[in-house]
Each structure stands twice: as C-alpha cells, then as structure tokens.
C-alpha cells in the first residue's frame, strides 16, 4: 500500500499519522508519502524522521510523483528480497527501467 497523506489536516495532521501508521504493527509496512503546502526545512526532516517514504511540496509535479512512487516501489520491492539472491541484480535492473 502506498499513502499520500497531506501534512496539515484538521483532525489528524500528517505527522500524527505518521505516527500511528509506524507504531502500529500490523500497518507499519504501509509506505507514506507526505504531501503538503510547506517547504519549511523542519516540516520535511520531522516527516522523513517519522518514518515518510517521500515528502511532495504541493504543487506535486506529476511526473515527479509517479516516478517517486516507482522508485518507492523498486525500493520495497528489492528490500523483500533475501540478501545473496542470485537474482537480485537482474530484479533490480528491471525494476528501474
């Protein structure tokens, strides 16, 4: 699964849900990509800190964002891989084209 989640919300701000989703067992393999009107430096360091896969400054550039979500995805992919894979080399030059 992969979530976007905006940073400022009225309920639930990104950060929280960051939180919840990462302290929870059963969701902590959710991938969280926060997207949000800020660019301040802190906003993004606190999101990567808390466990974000991706930080989007809105507005998102929408090749940027799918080639994010690739790269994610090529990432979490190769991570489920046992290490020593005979065919890790081939998955992963596959999986970045």
């Known amino acids: 699964w992969v979530v976007l989640a905006d940073l400022n919300t009225p309920q639930m701000?990104?950060?929280e849900f960051l939180t919840a989703v990462k302290a929870d067992d059963a969701l902590k393999q959710i991938i969280v990509i926060?997207?949000?009107g800020s660019d301040d430096e802190e906003d993004i360091a606190?999101?990567?800190r808390l466990g974000a896969a991706g930080y989007i400054v809105r507005p998102p550039d929408y090749n940027k964002l799918v080639e994010m979500i690739r790269t994610i995805h090529a990432y979490w992919t190769l991570s489920k891989l046992p290490h020593g894979s005979a065919s890790t080399q081939s998955?992963?030059?596959g999986s970045l084209q």
């Open 13 to 15: 701000n990104g950060l």
């Open 34 to 36: 926060i997207l949000s």
């Open 46 to 48: 606190d999101s990567f």
């Open 91 to 93: 998955d992963c030059s």
